[in-house]
Structures are given as C-alpha cells and as structure tokens.
C-alpha cells in the first residue's frame, strides 16, 4: 500500500491521477497515523519551503517522515518534497527536515557562486532530459529501470538541491548549472521533475517504486 503524504502543499491531484492510471492501492491524508501501515510512502510538493515546514510541523508529519526515513521504509520525495528533506533552505531561511545532508539554494546564489553568466529565466520551468551519475541507463537506482535513457521530465523550480554528498546524486538536469535531478540514499529516493507530469517515462518511475 503506497501512502500519500498530504500536508496542504502538495501537488496531490496529479499524484492521485498517475497512481489510479497504474491502477495502484493508495492512501492519501493529512493524518499520519492513517498512513502507519503503508509500507512506502510518496512525499509530494510544491510551492514555499517555509510555509511547507509550518505544515509539517502542525499536521505532526515532521515527526512522522523522520521516524519513517529512520526505520529504512521506502520514500519518495517530489519538487519540494525532494528539497525539505534537506537540512536547510535559502526559501525563507529554514531548517528543513534533515532526512539527508545539504542545502536548498536558489539558482541565482549557485549561479553567482559558480561565477556563471546567464540569460536563463527563473524559475526553470518546463521538460529537461537527464544525465546520468554512471553510464548505465538506470542511474545506479532501480526506480530508472525501464526507463529510455534519452527521456525528458518535467520540472518547475527555482530552487536546487546541493547536497553534501555529491555520491548521492544519480541524475542531472543542465539548466546554467548542474542540476540535482534525482537522489537517491538509503531507502530515499527524491526528484526535482514531476514525475506524475512526465508521461510514460515518468509513470515507469512510478510503477517501479510501486513494485
């Protein structure tokens, strides 16, 4: 049973609709002792950082999501899903969940760091294929199996990921910039893309995390 992790910041619907075309058993709240029973869990987002751990920490799913990480269940994180799971974000300077190690900066930060001159907008808005960490197709993650290589996904962001251990990172996306698209630690696995927005690419992701 896939659990969905609703906390009033989440591209819920879009999640519903990809898990119902996979015919896939579901549950979806806003409560977590409604999703204690799961044995994997779909961490979705979008929007705020800030604002996202303030709902977090009212509907107690930030207790809920470290206790889960914690005891090696599987868990998926989306867009800003991928990004709380770190420990700090730039978006309303706020400490994050610290399922992984790294921070949340804005593109323009990384940009002005890495001395790179650019005419890309803010935020990265549309489809982007994949580099991946190794050169086999799948990215050294079983969630890629089945997956063509020469994909594109979905993305809507302005902030990036940059983890402390770059190890972790098992696609790229190039938007000015090296572009974590998927981590992957332990029994956690985040996507900056949609993948419930990526079409038949992104559904195989999902059937394989549901399997």
Known sequence: ??????????????????????????????????LEKCDRLIFPGVGEAKYAMEQLKLTG??????????????????????????????????????????????????WKDSKINTNLKVPHIGWNNLEYAEKAANGSTPLFDGVDPKSDFYFVHSYLIQPSDSSIVKAWADYGCKVPACVSQGSITAFQFHPEKSGRAGLKILENFIK
């Not at 619907?13 to 409560?31: I, P, T």
Request: with cysteine.
């Open 1 to 34: 049973m896939v659990g969905i992790v609703d906390y009033n910041a989440g591209n819920i619907k879009s999640v519903e609709r990809a898990l119902g075309f996979l015919k896939a058993d579901y549950v979806l709240s806003k409560n977590p002792a409604d």
């Open 61 to 110: 799913f930030n207790t809920f999501l470290k206790d889960w990480a914690q005891a090696q269940k599987p868990l998926v994180g989306i867009c800003l899903g991928s990004q709380i799971i770190f420990e700090h974000s730039e978006e309303g300077d706020v400490e994050c969940l610290g399922l992984l190690k790294g921070t949340i900066r804005h593109f323009e930060s990384v």
